[in-house]
């Protein structure tokens, strides 16, 4: 399936968020996640089915100021 | 002269012209001239983003600049940090800052907090000023400043940047929407700060100056629509910025369990 993650066309195998957090090598705890716009909470994201087309967004907590 | 109206947000003749773009406006006018010039606002940090947050709200006619920094600016600061300069170099910052703030707009008050904020001074710091902005460089003073402006219920306006990406939103957990829910917070977002040394600081992972400049900006503008009322503030969205990419995304995000 193609999805836009971080801006980035991505052809993935997962078909729900946490997978797709594994498939790509993300470690999941304190990453903020969301789908077509939407906050995907951690706890959600094993529920999270994805759709073609769908935009990811993968957020690290960031500090810098 | 009619510096005769003795009323503390009249504007002087000189105020007026200073500030014709924004009275010009109907959004802002006279009036929200004058709430921006009765307002209050605490900037934490005089740093990348510090810096364009106190130069434009010094510029737009905030009344008063709180600034709060510990640090002496140093060369490697100036790349970004464009409210200090050479001749600042080891000077403490909130002095620098206040010389470049009076530079800028004679008529700004800036109090001066060289200090960090823990968890002793914090409410107290916080709660004498009407919003408050974070340009702060770590994930402790990130949280402490949201649950304390939350405890006191002030505005605040978060950005935070690495690398080439930057973010900003929001935050006013202690009001309700239109339908009556709580307004979300920062713990809505990011529940709890990573493990030290799990993120980067910007002296281990690099910043491009004018990112700092972008986000800072985007900090003051929201300030601005808070004080006048203008437009939609970034409440309950997360406005993300990848400079790499020249793209902007927005996340909404809710209170909720889970």
């Known amino acids: 399936m193609k999805l836009t993650v971080n801006g980035e066309e991505r052809r993935v195998t997962a078909t729900t968020l946490a997978a797709l957090l594994d498939e790509l090598d993300y470690a999941p705890d304190f990453l903020a996640t969301a789908r077509n716009g939407e906050l995907v909470r951690a706890g959600e994201r094993i529920l999270c089915t994805l759709d073609e087309g769908d935009r990811i967004e993968i957020l690290s907590p960031m500090q810098g100021g | ?258």
């Open chain 2, 1 to 258: 002269m009619t510096e005769t109206n003795t009323s503390p947000t009249a504007l002087s003749d000189t105020e007026l012209e200073r500030y014709a773009r924004h009275i010009v406006l109907p959004e802002i006018g006279g009036a929200g001239q004058q709430k921006l010039k009765k307002a209050r606002v605490l900037v934490i940090g005089a740093g990348g983003l510090g810096a364009p947050v106190l130069s434009y709200l010094a510029a737009a006619g905030i009344g008063t600049l709180g600034v709060i920094d510990d640090d002496t600016v140093s060369l490697s600061n100036l790349q970004r940090q464009v409210i200090h300069d050479t001749g600042s170099v080891g000077m403490e910052k909130v002095e620098s800052a206040r010389a470049s703030i009076l530079r800028i707009n004679p008529h700004v008050t800036v109090e001066t907090h060289v200090k960090r904020l823990d968890e002793e001074n914090a409410a107290g710091i916080i709660a004498a000023y009407d919003i408050v902005v974070d340009g702060s460089d770590n994930f402790a003073t990130r949280y402490l400043l949201a649950d304390t402006c939350a405890a006191v219920e002030r505005p605040l306006v978060t950005a935070a940047v690495g690398r080439f990406d930057g973010s900003l939103t929001v935050l006013k957990p202690f009001e309700r929407d239109g339908d009556g829910n709580p307004l979300p917070g920062y713990r809505h977002l990011f529940p709890e700060p990573p493990p030290a040394g799990l993120v980067p600081s910007c002296a281990e992972a690099g910043i491009v100056g004018a990112l700092t400049g972008v986000m800072g900006t985007l900090e003051a503008m929201e300030v601005i629509k808070l004080i006048t009322g203008a437009g939609e503030p970034l409440i309950g969205r997360l406005l993300l910025y990848d400079a790499l990419a020249a793209r902007f995304e927005t996340v909404k995000y809710r209170r909720r369990a889970g």
